[in-house]
Nanobody
Framework: QVQLAESGGGLVQAGGSLRLSCAASGRTFSREAMGWFRQGPGKEREFVAALGWSGRTDYADSLKGRFTFSRDNVKNTVFLRITSLKPEDTAVYFC???????????????????WGQGTQVTVSS
């Protein structure tokens, strides 16, 4: 059974940084696309970043520069580092994985097959 477990969220002041982790178990994700999404209070789930098999990483246009997606295939874990946090970054952050390999990783959450439970990030002003 595939499981994705996010961690690293918490309460942080504006301007601070966090590194979110997502550990996969039940199978190895080394070439399949993986992504991060977030859902703020009263908002739709939105794309944050995704990583394809080639190492290509795509970010939401509005988030470029502050978010960095990385992958550790040995640990079967992906990371999302967020810097210069803003109150509007407050959301539950979800990790997701696909069964497919993509050169250009998908930004549509419907293309992901597995999801974690999410980790809450709260940014105070």
């Amino acid at each position: 059974q595939v499981q994705l477990a996010e961690s690293g969220g918490g309460l942080v002041q504006a301007g601070g940084s966090l590194r979110l982790s997502c550990a996969a178990s039940g199978r190895t994700f080394s070439r399949e696309a993986m992504g991060w999404f977030r859902q703020g209070p009263g908002k739709e789930r939105e794309f944050v970043a995704a990583l394809g098999w080639s190492g290509r990483t795509d970010y939401a246009d509005s988030l470029k520069g502050r978010f960095t997606f990385s992958r550790d295939n040995v640990k079967n874990t992906v990371f999302l580092r967020i810097t210069s946090l803003k109150p509007e970054d407050t959301a539950v952050y979800f990790c997701a994985a696909t069964d497919s390999t993509y050169y250009s990783p998908p930004k549509d959450h419907n293309q992901y097959d597995y999801w974690g439970q999410g980790t809450q990030v709260t940014v105070s002003s």
